[in-house]
């Protein structure tokens, strides 16, 4: 009996070895192109050479991985090209918002559903800044200013047209019920100099964007738009900490926005190859090195994969159409 | 004082041996990333990020700011030998450098390139250590008007100056702004001029134009006039860096006046490229040479490539005070900084003192490592145009080709490369003028994007442009500018009359 | 190939009117494809600024001028018409411009590093009169060179080509 039972364990042991193998066999054979839907120097980049510096110095792959900048129309050149390279498992695409957003503004046919997701690595917040000089210390205090003077007075400063900072900027409209000129920026970091020099009333940078001159006493924080406080306590300014930024439900302005900072893959890629960078970047998000950058970012470390992921991916493309839908920006069939 | 005891202690950070080697292997691959067109200082330095990210930043910045250095000096480069602009800002660098080249002067041109890239960057270096605080604030003042009024006036200070057919320049430049346009737009996020067609989304990339109208345009007009560049004779001439240098000195005004515009420029920031399109159009009005700029002056080499330096190194001062980047390159060291786990910004300056002056001091140190380097390689790199036509010919198309798909990672821009090959030739047969078609290209969607943004900031009101008297005044120099050629006109005409 | 001067039969070539023009219609038809395209997007001055087809619009319109007044430059000028190009000089040329088009279609077919070796030696044996061992020693040389620079140091993939032929030698 024991021994019979030893031995139908070994060959359960044995099969499940044998099954696991290829599982486990998977490796990249080649350089392993790493593209980037956005240009040199943005958050997507600066996150993707980090995960390219870290997987180099960690040695968690064989083969290098390689950062390739495709931003042609507002990334739509690099989302085409994955979903171009069917079956390539030597391939992987970092998105943001714009996976949602370029699409519906352009009309570039593709697709979220067009690339297999891979992993969530985390999520973006974004915060709502006005100048430290101005008087406005809580998000109600500015918006019913905002509310009092005619439309358009106030400007709010942002990163692209129809991305994710207008976006935001109008659904924040539409919570409060009150009118921005929306002035569109080529980079985070100039907005948050427009915003310092006062070109600007008001920008809705993501954290690391503004974090110098927040520190630094130029800028003052009023509201994340998230549905909690960042959990990060460590004192960034003389006074506060980033869980000491109220959310904007707390202050009064129902609106709710992240940002995805994901991995996807193309379609039709062998269950293998996911496995292996599913558990590549589980390697990557153990070290010292992106703890410490998603602390620097104030990111909202949301780890997802799988179904998982795919749901929540589905969820917010519904949402970026409904916001995109009622703001007008949605492109003309 | 306090700045020169910071200084001193930066020297003392920098001055280590393993600083040292990393500077010196820094400066060869720069100059060897800037000689390959395509992979410029930005990409450059993007490319090798990761591998810093194991030193320390204080090594790490020093040894990229090195690469940005040599990128810097191999951009001049190919500009004097081959026509070939490596960089935006070596554009005008051609102008007068490869007509020296190409009258077997190509030592001389070089040697004046070096000689003013190191002058020009040196100022802008003891600039960022004693006026930065200074420096900073007024870059503050810069909203999307001023911006414009940058732009306006680099394009003023540049146009009214060729001799072809008026209505030629006209076409050529609006053909720059056309291609510009292509592409997204940056205020509505609409795709403009793409009609369909997935493969222009990423638009015209200055580069590919330039390779393929200066580069393969020039090959073409060599093959026509048989085979040969008519700077082969260039004699192997070891003295030639202290003959130049004894010439050099009397462009003092010229080297003075670049300085100053491009330190103005790369803190505003308008960037380098435009500092070195208005150092070159703002000489050749001063000059009393001004008339023969374009057949091989030295001292149209001076101004665009002192002017380009002192901006592409004031550059790196509103990146370190502010977190905004004056240059693409200077975007991808931003990134750097903070995957180093240093933020940029005001505090900067106060909470890594270590790191901030060791890199004030590497910049000192690395450009003169880098001038000793490439100076000492003058003769070797002059001896290239020694090489027969049949070797190095195919050898610059391939290069070229190279350099186009590394642009954007794409087959079509080597196509492209090849369309305006045959475009530049033939626009320089039929006297189009090139440098302000490149202008146009290269300055023509950020002058667009900063006046659409002013409009959005004005409500659609002009007014915004003569609003206060930092913007009043640069758009008044403009204009100024601007009608300056009738003016002389104008005098010339009363003196004959009268 | 010597280095001397091809005249050719200096006869005859094309015309600069005829060069002037094609380029003008070249320029036009840029200029009218930009004018369409602008239109589309909006090319007026709207409530906040000008549309995403305003500046394009005058731009286009602006080569349309150009390239017209050029044309009429041209038409109007009569007799003694120089030569843009002889036969001969654009023969040698042609030389050049074919074999740099048969290149780059070379690269799409199978990739930088063969059409660069292949490209050298032939352009060397062809038109320099070199023999068959320094061209395609020097064109693997360049290919080996740029190779090793930027795959294996810069880590930066160049294209490879429809066909890929580096597999066959091991890479």
């Known amino acids: 009996m024991k021994i019979q039972r030893l031995f139908s364990g070994a060959v359960v042991a044995l099969f499940a070895a044998i099954m696991a193998a290829p599982v486990a066999a998977w490796e990249p054979s080649k350089p392993v192109e790493f593209i980037i839907p956005a240009g040199t120097g943005g958050g997507a980049d600066q996150m993707a050479r980090l995960i390219q510096g870290i997987v180099a110095k960690h040695n968690l792959m064989k083969q290098p991985l390689i950062p390739v900048n495709k931003s042609g129309g507002a990334g739509a050149e690099g989302f085409l090209e994955v979903k171009a390279a069917k079956g390539d498992p030597h391939k992987i695409i970092i998105t943001l918002s714009n996976l949602f957003t370029t699409p519906m503004a352009t009309g570039v046919p593709f697709n979220w559903k067009d690339m297999t997701p891979v992993s969530m690595l985390a999520l973006d917040n974004f915060v709502l800044w006005v100048n430290a000089e101005d008087p406005y210390k809580t998000a109600k205090e500015f918006l019913d200013a905002v509310k009092k003077a005619p439309p358009n007075t106030f400007k ?40 310092v020099g006062k070109h600007v009333n008001a920008t809705v940078n993501n954290p690391i964007e503004a974090v110098a001159n927040w520190r630094a006493g130029k800028l003052r924080a009023l509201c994340v738009f998230d549905d909690e406080r960042m959990p990060y306590k460590t004192r960034v300014t003389d006074t506060q900490s980033w869980f000491d930024i109220p959310t904007c439900r707390e202050a009064g302005v129902s609106t709710e926005y992240v940002m995805l900072r994901g991995i996807f893959m193309p379609a039709g890629v062998p269950p293998e190859a996911v496995n292996f960078y599913v558990d590549l970047f589980n390697k990557v998000r153990a070290t010292p090195e992106w703890k410490k950058f998603m602390e620097d970012g104030a990111f909202n470390q949301t780890f997802l994969t799988g179904k998982a992921y795919a749901d929540w991916v589905s969820k917010a493309e519904v949402l970026h159409r409904d916001l995109m839908k009622e703001a007008g920006f949605l492109a003309k069939p | 004082m306090d700045e020169i005891n910071a200084l001193f202690h930066g020297f003392s950070i920098a001055l280590t041996p393993f600083n040292l080697m990393l500077m010196v292997i820094g400066i060869v691959l720069g100059v060897l990333i800037g000689v390959l067109p395509g992979l410029g200082g930005a990409n450059g330095i993007a490319i090798l990020l990761p591998l810093t990210f194991s030193m320390p930043p204080t090594s790490a910045v020093i040894m990229l700011s090195c690469i940005y250095w040599g990128a810097l000096f191999g951009g001049a480069m190919t500009s004097i030998l081959f026509n070939i602009p490596g960089e935006p800002w070596s554009v005008a660098t051609t102008f007068d450098g490869y007509p020296m080249a190409q009258q077997g002067r190509a030592g001389e041109a070089l040697t004046t390139a070096f000689t003013s890239s190191f002058i020009g960057a040196f ?81 015209f990339d200055f580069l590919i134009a330039v390779i393929g109208l200066f580069g393969i345009g020039e090959i073409l007009l060599s093959m026509e006039e048989g085979l040969s560049f008519s700077g082969r004779d260039a004699r192997i001439n070891t003295r030639i860096v202290v003959e130049t240098w004894k010439k050099l000195p009397r462009f003092w005004v010229t080297s003075l006046r670049s300085c100053l515009i491009g330190c103005w ?28 700029f374009g057949t091989g002056q030295a001292e149209g080499v001076v101004a665009p490539e002192t002017a380009a330096h002192a901006a592409g190194t004031a550059a790196l001062l509103p990146m370190l005070s502010l977190g905004i980047p004056g240059s693409p390159t200077a975007a991808v060291l931003l990134g750097g900084l903070l995957i180093w786990g240093l933020q940029p910004g005001p505090l900067l300056f106060v909470e890594q003192k270590d790191f901030v002056w060791g890199l004030i001091a590497s910049m000192y140190l690395g450009n003169i490592v880098g001038l000793i380097i490439v100076l000492t390689c003058v003769p070797l790199f002059a001896a290239i145009l020694r090489i027969p036509f049949s070797i190095i010919a195919p050898v610059i198309i391939v290069i070229c080709a190279i350099g186009a798909y590394t642009v954007n990672n794409a087959m079509l821009d080597i196509w492209m490369m090849l369309i305006f090959g045959v475009l530049g030739y033939a626009f320089k047969k039929l006297a189009y003028p090139l440098a302000p078609l490149v202008l146009a290209l290269v300055l023509g969607d950020q002058a667009e994007d900063a006046f659409r943004q002013s409009m959005l900031i004005s409500q659609g009101s002009l007014g915004v442009f003569f609003s206060n008297g930092l913007v009043g005044s640069i758009m008044g120099l403009g204009l100024l500018l601007l009608v300056w050629p009738l003016f002389g006109k104008l005098k010339a005409r009363l003196k004959a009359a009268g | 190939m010597s ?17 002037e023009l094609v380029v003008a219609a070249f320029l036009a038809t840029i200029g009218g494809m930009v004018i369409y395209d602008s239109v589309r997007l909006g090319a007026k001055w709207g409530a906040d600024g000008p549309e995403a087809g305003y500046f394009p619009f005058y731009i286009g319109l602006l080569i349309c001028i150009g390239a017209a007044v050029t044309v009429t430059g041209v038409l109007r000028q009569k007799g003694d018409d120089k030569l843009f190009v002889e036969w001969g000089a654009l023969r040698q040329i042609m030389q050049v411009l074919i074999p740099v088009a048969l290149y780059v279609l070379g690269i799409q077919l199978i990739g930088i590093y063969a059409a660069s070796a292949a490209y050298i030696a032939l352009f060397m044996v062809f038109m320099g009169n070199y023999s068959w061992i320094k061209g395609v020693l020097l064109g693997c040389a360049v290919s080996a060179l740029t190779y090793t620079m930027f795959e294996i140091w810069f880590k930066v993939p160049l294209f490879k080509g429809e066909f890929n032929p580096l597999p066959l030698i091991g890479l």
């Open chain 2, 123 to 203: 100022f802008a270096v003891v600039m960022i250590t004693f006026l930065a605080p200074l420096v900073a604030k007024f870059a503050l003042k810069f909203g999307p008007p001023e911006f414009f009024s940058v732009f306006f006036l680099t394009f003023c200070s540049f146009i009214g100056m060729g001799k072809e057919p008026a209505f030629k320049i006209l076409a050529a430049m609006m053909l720059g702004f056309a291609l510009a346009a292509v592409g997204i737009d940056t205020v509505t996020g609409q795709l403009r001029l793409t009609f369909g067609w997935h493969e222009m989304m990423r638009g």
């Open chain 2, 265 to 292: 420029m790369g803190i505003t920031p308008g960037g380098a490229t435009p500092a070195s399109f208005m150092a070159y159009g703002v000489a050749k009005r001063m000059s009393p040479d001004g008339a023969k």
């Open chain 3, 3 to 19: 280095e001397e001067k091809i005249s050719g039969g200096s006869s005859g070539g094309i015309s600069m009117r005829s060069a």
């Open chain 1, 156 to 195: 709010m400063g942002g990163t692209g047209a129809k991305q994710e900072d207008q976006i935001l900027t109008v659904a924040i409209e539409k919570a409060a019920g009150v009118k921005f000129t929306y002035i569109p920026f080529k980079g985070g970091g100039a907005v948050a100099t427009q915003l």
